[in-house]
T-cell receptor, first 112, second 111 residues
Framework: DAGVIQSPRHEVTEMGQEVTLRCKPI?????LFWYRQTMMRGLELLIY????????DSGMPEDRFSAKMPNASFSTLKIQPSEPRDSAVYFC??????????FGEGSWLTVV | KQEVTQIPAALSVPEGENLVLNCSFT??????LQWFRQDPGKGLTSLLL?????REQTSGRLNASLDKSSGRSTLYIAASQPGDSATYLC??????????FGTGTRLKVLA
């Protein structure tokens, strides 16, 4: 298996623009997680899905953030409008039934 | 609410030393705990998953222990090598499948 695939790997955008991050989990995995990593706050869980259904979105910082999982092989995290404080590395991860979590390489977002 | 703490924040050791990384968690009602490695500019790579029913889990030179009653886990690295240099993170679940990560221990092994 190719592992968890994220795109884009790097994105630089201007404040106010919409940003869409994409994730393809490992086939057969039923849990999908979106994390954000910054120097100041470390690795924070934003939202996670089970069988394509959002289970806990309490980590989503504000209404500017939204996440969807239309099917078992695809998820998006959208920020609209983006702000400089959203600059971070966004990781997607997946697992099967609460076992080992597999991370993607991350999407490095810079908002200027 | 689960809180995860890792000590020390950074560690520098000469090659060949055995070392121990510490992870503490506040909610002991966990079903497993996971250890990860992160290289600069990369994602996290799973090292070990230790179930709540286990006390230890081993993979090569790595050994993880879990003591739920005291809220602690340790990662033991034997005969450290420069290639072990990375940040090591532990993660404990808060409720069901909501993993909370520590801030990590940044390890540097000197040749």
């Amino acid at each position: 298996d190719a592992g968890v695939i994220q795109s884009p790997r790097h994105e630089v955008t201007e404040m106010g623009q919409e940003v869409t991050l994409r994730c393809k989990p490992i086939s057969g995995h039923d849990y999908l997680f979106w994390y954000r990593q910054t120097m100041m706050r470390g690795l924070e869980l934003l939202i996670y899905f089970n069988n394509n259904v959002p289970i806990d979105d309490s980590g989503m910082p504000e209404d500017r953030f939204s996440a969807k999982m239309p099917n078992a092989s695809f998820s998006t995290l959208k920020i609209q409008p983006s702000e400089p404080r959203d600059s971070a590395v966004y990781f997607c991860a997946s697992s099967f039934f609460g076992n080992t979590i597999y991370f993607g390489e991350g999407s490095w977002l810079t908002v200027v | 609410k689960q809180e995860v703490t890792q000590i020390p924040a950074a560690l520098s050791v000469p090659e060949g030393e055995n070392l121990v990384l510490n992870c503490s968690f506040t909610d002991s009602a966990i079903y497993n705990l996971q250890w990860f490695r992160q290289d600069p500019g990369k994602g996290l790579t799973s090292l070990l998953l230790i179930q709540s029913s286990q006390r230890e889990q081993t993979s090569g030179r790595l050994n993880a222990s879990l003591d739920k009653s005291s809220g602690r886990s340790t990662l033991y690295i034997a005969a450290s090598q420069p290639g072990d240099s990375a940040t090591y993170l532990c993660a404990a679940p808060s409720g069901t499948y909501k993993y909370i990560f520590g801030t990590g221990t940044r390890l540097k092994v000197l040749a």
